[in-house]
């Protein structure tokens, strides 16, 4: 049985939120930069509908009070397209909210795979049918003592490739489940990828573990 020994990534922390509204871990680096062009589009729109009509104003009245004579003060005029001004600048305020969305997630990534080029970021180790043993919590791949760290720096880098782009399909790699972390063996002999969700562990186990049993 493998016992772990947990290591501390430094400055390995996504924020959650970039800004209120915006959740950084609610969505991918990708969508989060969909979702800036889409505020921009229609910021911009809003801005155009704006400044068309900016001259036309309206009169509404008066600032100072009303004497004998008349009213006195300034003629207040306002522009009736000022809404558009409004919903313009909270468009603007959401894109930039996604863009450090994006940017946050990308450099959790970029510190995750520090000389691990963006092709193997995506691919995924090849482990002999008794490489890998089940663990209560997760599995135990047993690498031996000179590769353990060099597997290790991988995974996480894999790991915190699936968190910034989705996990599923893409990332072309059972090990890839959300909630899974990894950790060196207290041996360091091994990795182990581990999670506190239930169902993160049964789906791990199944994806890595059931092609080796019928072998």
């Known amino acids: 049985m493998c016992k772990w020994l947990s290591f501390v990534l430094v400055g390995l922390v996504l924020p959650a939120c970039s800004s209120p509204g915006v959740q950084v871990q609610a ?3 990708e969508d989060h930069t969909m979702r800036a062009a889409q505020e921009r589009q229609a910021a911009a729109v809003d801005r155009d509908k704006y400044e068309m009509q900016a ?12 004497g004998p004579d008349g009213p006195r003060g300034a003629l207040v005029l306002i522009n009736a397209n000022a809404p558009h001004l409004l919903d313009a600048q909270a468009h603007e305020r959401a894109a930039l909210a996604h863009e450090q969305a994006a940017g946050e997630l990308a450099k ?22 008794d490489a890998v043993s089940p663990l209560e919590n997760g599995i135990c791949i047993h690498v031996g003592p000179r590769r353990a760290a060099g597997v290790l720096a991988y995974l996480r880098c894999h790991l915190a490739f699936a968190r910034v782009h989705g996990y599923g399909e893409a990332t072309l790699c059972a090990f890839a489940v ?23 562990v049964r789906t791990l186990q199944s994806l890595v573990l059931a092609p080796f049993r019928g072998m």
């Open 27 to 29: 969505a991918t680096e």
């Open 55 to 66: 001259a036309h104003l309206t009169q509404e009245g008066w600032d100072g009070p009303v």
């Open 108 to 129: 959790f990534e970029e510190a995750a795979c520090q000389g691990i080029s963006p092709a193997e970021r995506q691919s995924c180790p090849t482990l002999l049918s």
């Open 178 to 200: 959300a909630d899974v972390t990894a950790q060196a063996t207290a041996d360091f002999k091994g990795v182990e990828l581990t999670s506190a969700n239930p169902q993160s």
